[in-house]
Antibody
Framework: DVQLVESGGGLVQPGGSLRLSCAAS????????MTWVRQAPGKGPEWVAN????????YYADSVQGRFTISRDNAQNSLYLQISSLRAEDTAMYYC??????????????????WGQGTMVTVSS | AIQMTQSPSSLSASVGDRVTITCRAS??????VGWYQQRPGKAPELLIY???SFQSGVPSRFSGSGSGTDFTLTISSLQSEDFATYYC?????????FGQGTKVEI
């Protein structure tokens, strides 16, 4: 079965750091763009970052640029999100998602077809 | 960043009703919109990408339309399992941005 499993969340003090992991199984991770999406309690999802299959392209949301680092190890079938300089507003469930990147009519699209169950990050003193 | 404004923010409907949710982009985004369904305590699930292309396994009662700045998700005959929150997501440029969501309630 195709599956994503996140881990690494927890309670951290403001200014602290965590490394989130996303373990992929059932497919070849290197063939896909991968994305992190977070969702604060009671709020809608927020796109955080994505990374191309070979790691050659990376994009971040303005709210995390310079504080978060997305990376991947295709040999280990794993995606990572290093989150640093944490603030209370970073408190959220963090999801990883696979992007099938369909190509239609000359355009590439996003399509997040597989999601993990999420890992909760709580920033509080 | 492109703003995606969904309406309504919530709606009440009954099984069998036709439901329409709209999403307006703050600029022309061609056809680069997807729609996701989220049930409480679960991750979002992909319904539609590229405005109107179905994700495999999505029931045919879901459909998407639009172009430019105005997009619509339609559920032709609401079923009990469709009571959830729906989000649009633009993938025209970075950063990607979601709409604020539409909660479909009984």
């Amino acid at each position: 079965d195709v599956q994503l499993v996140e881990s690494g969340g927890g309670l951290v003090q403001p200014g602290g750091s965590l490394r989130l992991s996303c373990a992929a199984s059932g497919f070849t991770l290197g063939n896909y763009w991968m994305t992190w999406v977070r969702q604060a309690p009671g709020k809608g999802p927020e796109w955080v970052a994505n990374i191309k299959g070979d790691g050659s392209k990376i994009y971040y949301a303005d709210s995390v640029q310079g504080r978060f680092t997305i990376s991947r190890d295709n040999a280990q079938n794993s995606l990572y999100l290093q989150i640093s300089s944490l603030r209370a507003e970073d408190t959220a469930m963090y999801y990883c998602a696979r992007d099938t990147s369909p190509h239609l009519g000359g355009l590439w699209y996003d399509a997040f077809d597989v999601w993990g169950q999420g890992t909760m990050v709580t920033v509080s003193s | 960043a492109i703003q995606m404004t969904q309406s309504p923010s919530s709606l009440s409907a009954s099984v069998g009703d036709r439901v329409t949710i709209t999403c307006r982009a703050s600029q022309d985004i061609r056809s680069e919109v997807g729609w996701y369904q989220q049930r409480p305590g679960k991750a979002p699930e992909l319904l539609i990408y590229a405005t109107s292309s179905f994700q495999s396994g999505v029931p045919s009662r879901f459909s998407g339309s639009g172009s430019g700045t105005d997009f619509t998700l339609t559920i032709s005959s609401l079923q009990s399992e469709d009571f959830a929150t729906y989000y649009c997501l633009q993938d025209y440029n970075y950063p990607r941005t979601f709409g604020q969501g539409t909660k479909v309630e009984i």
